[in-house]
């Protein structure tokens, strides 16, 4: 048999890698996935990057020990799951190292006018500055008539884009938040 670079990958999965290499890898491949999710917790979700909403399994170690953090091990599709059927696209494929990502932020941070770098701020700070932020915008701004004297009571000077990890209970805040400041620029990447 010709072992072209199609033929070695369709072969990570069994019968061709074992007759084309000579010898029988499957029991080998199972086994390391056997190792990998051991004694690991299975939590199904659904992959927060598109509108497709895949379903997932995150697989844990250390939930059910004391004095241990868990930690995520492995995430993998869910083959039960009727949208994708166990297969991911490349972005929910990598979810594992979202997760597990030293560079992740885990605090808002803001860059000043003129700044050129981000700093720290807590979460109090945060929202304190966004309210007044927004609260000075929409006061200096508000669109109370258009050019024919037609009431029409909006905000067109703030714009809202929401990401793609947005929930629907998120978005349901979101839109009830943002259409009673009269905001009218309104997105959101996914409607999972
Ligand atoms: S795996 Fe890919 S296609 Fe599926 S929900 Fe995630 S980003 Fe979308």
Known sequence: MDL???????????AILASALGFDVRSAHAQSRELKI?????????????SVS?????????????????????????????INRGTLCPKGASLY??????????????????????EDIGWDQAFDEIARHIKKTRDETFVTTDAQGRVVNRCESIAWNGGCTDTNEFNYLVVKTMRSLGVCYLENQARV
Do not use: M
Request: aromatic letters at 4%.
């Open 97 to 118: 190292h979202d997760i597990l990502n030293d560079r992740r932020l885990l605090k808002p941070q803001v860059r000043r006018p003129g700044s050129d770098h981000w």
């Open 38 to 50: 051991a004694r690991t917790t299975e939590t199904r979700s659904t992959c927060p990057y598109c």
């Open 54 to 82: 895949c379903g997932i399994i995150i697989h844990t170690l250390g939930d059910k020990a004391k004095n241990v953090t868990p930690q995520v091990v492995h995430v993998e599709g869910d083959a039960d799951h009727p």
């Open 4 to 14: 072209t670079r199609r033929t070695f990958i369709r072969a990570g999965s069994g």
